[in-house]
Nanobody, 116 residues
Framework: QVQLVESGGGLVPPGGSLRLSCAAS????????VGWFRQAPGKQRELVAI???????TYADFVKGRFTISRDNAKNTVYLQMNSLKPEDTAVYYC??????????WGQGTRVTVSS
């Protein structure tokens, strides 16, 4: 069974940076789209960024120019580099793999808190 593990979250002041990692137990990122999502308390889960099997990227407007998604297939890992963080970026961040047309494989999430 394929498993995903997110890491890299923590407490950071406004304007700071974090790099999140999503590691898979199997070599699935090379053939599947991978997305980063986030969910703040009391709010719905929202899309942050997507990287396709062809390494094309898509970003939500609220992170464009600040976040970068990348992939290292040899390490079975997808990254989310987050710069210029804002308090509204505070959330639990999840990675997910698209299989058969839907995101049906999820990790446990890593918490990001942006505060002074």
């Amino acid at each position: 069974q394929v498993q995903l593990v997110e890491s890299g979250g923590g407490l950071v002041p406004p304007g700071g940076s974090l790099r999140l990692s999503c590691a898979a137990s199997g070599s699935i990122f090379s053939i599947n789209d991978v997305g980063w999502f986030r969910q703040a308390p009391g709010k719905q889960r929202e899309l942050v960024a997507i990287i396709t099997s062809g390494s094309r990227t898509t970003y939500a407007d609220f992170v464009k120019g600040r976040f970068t998604i990348s992939r290292d297939n040899a390490k079975n890992t997808v990254y989310l580099q987050m710069n210029s963080l804002k308090p509204e970026d505070t959330a639990v961040y999840y990675c997910s793999v698209e299989r058969r047309g839907r995101y049906d494989l999820w990790g446990q999430g890593t918490r990001v808190t942006v505060s002074s």
